[in-house]
């Protein structure tokens, strides 16, 4: 359910910076913001395909169930796809001098916290299937 | 908004990490969540803190910059695109260049040009572009160049006009003596570009050396590298400039320890998140007051060699570096050289106005918005947000329909904020802006009148003493001094000019037209041929033009010909005057305007006799208005 809602979110975040072109924001289009560009453009894509990642996730467990680390691995996800795409936004936000803002430090974060997940699903993946007769 | 920042940075982090541990303990064995914990306390809490402390300690020291070296603005683009983009627009960047048929603006088109000073040839030969000067002993001056054909390797300018330059084998760059005029379209002699006296130099005396003399103030950290003991088969300039042109770290000073410190994300995110001033860099907009007009004025000012410095000045790198001394103390100005006793007229009025553009340092330095103000140079002028052309910061949001450039003055002087409140205050609509009056056309350079820097009220006194053009009668230039001059003490209380001379009554500007030196003369041609003067009549006004159209002065002639042209509009293109053409050609179209658009009348008030005595008397003293 939360990857749908990931999904939402980060799909209207799209359709919001589509406004902002469309509606020829200043603070946006200007030559000057191309940091803010470039950032809530990374915090969209990132979002959105962190979304997918998570149903994906969900998808896996639905097919080969649960396993010990999967709550530590979901919420290294769930922390991933909130705070990536939140650390491209903040840092978008406040841009200086063709740096991203202090937000920028989130991503890191995230990006740690995607690759633990990775590594549990993974080591798990890597497991032979159990096969049911 | 750092605090904003801040806080919900700290706020996502702080959520994110308390659901791992979270996480980790209720679903790993004790072990596991201990160790996942000690990763997020080193990783994320404790490492960033220590490499924090040491940012914060370290990122306020003071660096001395004129230890360090330069870098050139390749490197600041990487982290400063925009500013770097819009000082490419500049013409600062174009200063100096190599010569290519991308960066060569005249046209080397083979044809011979012809002008009252000599005659030489310009061509191309593939992506090469050459100067042939002619074999004619009645060109060649003592100490000029020889006849023969130059390769062009090097040029200056690129705005208004275009000296080339060829390279000698001992290295010296010597500017060639045609020279392009962007503006106009066309070429000039050196003649046909500064204001200085009909001598008889010839067109091969019209050189300069580049390295010991322009090189230092269209590029960045000169060393002319002047070798003392050269002989004459060896080099005598090995001149190294840290970049060609006026580039990023003429301003902002060498940037090498300031690269190599900001490759360090947190120092960077430190200083953005504080608000400190990076030491390892001069921000010339955060300086105090002298500091900040010194970065500019370095250039945009009149520096001699300090006594009996000037072969250190030759033969070592330029010592000055942005804020990390007082310019005095490594150069003088006119003023110290006037104090000395020395001659400074080509460079000042004798009340201390300067006289040629460039040296619009000693200007606002005389200004009392700078003395007792706070204005610099970047209350007005920007390098990053600014048209190129003259650099004045566009206030767009902030114009007013009457005059967008009055709401630079309002910036400090709010009393004036509104335009009816500049209206009661000059007398005048708010079409005529804060500039018309207190910034006059006292100044002059490549061939143009320019606004002075000496931000001034009006003043009649130093006019009749020191021959300064008057604001007021420089757009009512059908009026005498002595009627700017109550005006100016009914409505403002100045203390009245006590002019006795017996042409009181006449217009100032004619008076200064036929009396005056060159550059008074100049000044007032460029006044009488202001197109929208509320000076009653055209026609007087074109004839004394016509008039100075024989002016001795090459500069005179041409201002006195943009203003017939401005005067006459359409009716001007028939006479295809040329300033610096044959003497004989230009005296027979005179004589065909006279012809044609005469009689004129003559100025109001005046009669033929007084206008002669005043001709008989002109100051012929030679003028040269030295950039």
Not at chain 1, 102 to 127: Q, T, Y
């Amino acid at each position: 359910m939360g990857g749908w809602w990931f999904l939402t979110a980060f799909v209207t975040l799209g359709l919001g910076l589509d406004a902002l072109l469309a509606f020829k924001v200043g603070a946006y289009l200007d030559p000057d913001q191309s940091v803010r560009r470039q950032f809530w453009t990374l915090a969209h894509a990132h979002g959105t395909v962190l979304s997918l990642v998570h149903l994906a996730f969900a998808g896996y467990l639905s097919d080969r169930g649960s396993f010990p680390t999967a709550p530590l691995a979901s919420s290294a996800l769930f922390v991933a796809v909130i705070v990536m795409p939140s650390g491209f936004l903040l840092g978008g936000a406040f841009p200086r001098e063709g740096d991203p803002g202090l937000g920028i430090w989130l991503v890191p974060v995230g990006g740690f916290s995607l690759l633990g997940a990775c590594i549990l699903v993974a080591r798990e993946a890597s497991k032979p299937r159990s096969t049911k007769d | 908004m750092a605090w904003l920042e801040l806080t919900l940075t700290l706020g996502v982090a702080a959520v994110a990490l308390a659901l791992l541990v979270r996480a980790s303990w209720r679903t790993l064995p004790r072990a596991g969540a201990v160790a996942v914990t000690g990763l997020i306390t080193v990783g994320a809490i404790a490492l960033p803190a220590s490499k924090l402390s040491r940012v914060l300690a370290e990122s306020p020291t003071p660096v001395a910059l004129t230890e360090v070296a330069y870098e050139t603005s390749n490197a600041c683009a990487k982290c400063h695109p925009a500013h770097f983009a819009s000082w490419h627009r500049t013409y600062h960047r174009t200063m100096t260049q190599e010569a290519t048929p991308e960066t060569v603006l005249g046209e080397f088109d083979g044809r011979t040009l012809r002008f009252d000073d000599g005659y030489g040839r310009v061509f191309r030969d593939g992506e090469r572009f050459f100067m042939e000067l002619p074999n004619d002993p009645d060109l060649v001056a003592e100490r000029g160049m020889k006849p023969g054909v130059y390769a062009v390797d090097r040029l200056v300018g690129s705005h208004e006009v275009q000296v080339y330059m060829t390279r000698r084998v001992d290295g010296t760059y010597l500017t060639l003596p045609f020279e392009w005029r962007e503006r106009d379209k066309r070429w000039v002699t050196t003649t046909g570009n500064f204001l200085q006296p009909p001598d008889d130099v010839a067109l091969f005396g019209h050189t300069a050396e580049w390295n010991g003399s322009c090189a230092f103030c269209h590029n960045t950290k000169v060393n002319p590298g002047l070798n003392l003991d050269a002989g004459p088969s060896e080099t005598l300039y090995d001149t190294e400039l840290e970049e060609m042109g006026v580039a990023c770290e003429a301003c902002h000073g060498p940037g090498a320890i300031h690269q190599r410190k900001n490759q360090n994300p947190l120092r960077r995110q430190v200083l953005h998140v504080t608000g400190r001033e990076d030491p390892t860099i001069v921000n010339p907009a955060k300086l105090d007051k002298v500091r900040s007009i010194e970065v500019c004025g370095r250039c945009h000012g009149k520096w001699y060699a300090r006594a009996g410095q000037l072969e250190h000045t030759l033969t070592q790198p330029d010592p000055y570096v942005p804020a990390q001394m007082p310019l005095a103390e490594v150069y003088e100005d006119p003023f110290m050289l006037k104090r000395r006793g020395e001659d400074v007229v080509g460079y000042l009025w004798p009340d201390g106005t300067p006289r040629p553009t460039a040296m619009e340092f000693q200007g606002v330095s005389l200004s009392q918005c700078f003395r007792r103000g706070e204005m610099t140079c970047g209350s007005c002028h920007s390098m990053h947000a600014a048209p190129a052309d003259d650099q004045l910061i566009a206030y767009d949001d902030l114009a007013t329909p009457e005059r967008e450039d009055d709401v630079l003055c309002t910036q400090c002087h709010e009393e004036f904020l509104e335009p009816y409140q500049r209206e009661a205050h000059s007398r005048h609509s708010a079409t005529v802006g804060c500039v018309e009056c207190h910034m006059p056309y006292q100044t002059f350079g490549l061939m143009k009148a320019v606004r002075t820097h000496r931000v001034a009220n009006p003043n009649p006194k130093a006019t009749e003493h020191d021959g300064l053009p008057n604001a007021c009668t420089q757009c009512h230039v059908d009026k005498p001094l002595r009627w700017a001059s109550r005006h100016l003490h009914e409505w403002y209380g100045e203390p009245q000019a006590q002019s006795k001379l017996p042409d009181e009554r006449l217009p100032a500007t004619a008076v200064e037209l036929l009396r005056g030196h060159a550059l008074t003369r100049a000044l007032a041609a460029f006044a009488l041929g202001n197109s929208t003067s509320p000076a009653q009549g055209i026609s007087w006004r074109v004839g004394m033009l016509v008039d100075a159209l024989e002016d001795d002065y090459a500069a005179v002639r041409h201002i006195a010909w943009e203003g017939v042209q401005r005067l006459l509009g359409e009716r001007a293109s028939t006479y295809a005057f040329d300033y610096i053409g044959v003497p004989g050609e230009r005296k027979a179209l005179i004589s065909r305007m006279r012809a044609e658009l005469g009689p004129f009348p003559l100025p109001p008030r005046a009669e033929a006799e007084r206008l002669e005595a005043l001709l008989a008397n002109r100051d012929r003293q030679p003028i040269f208005v030295l950039e």
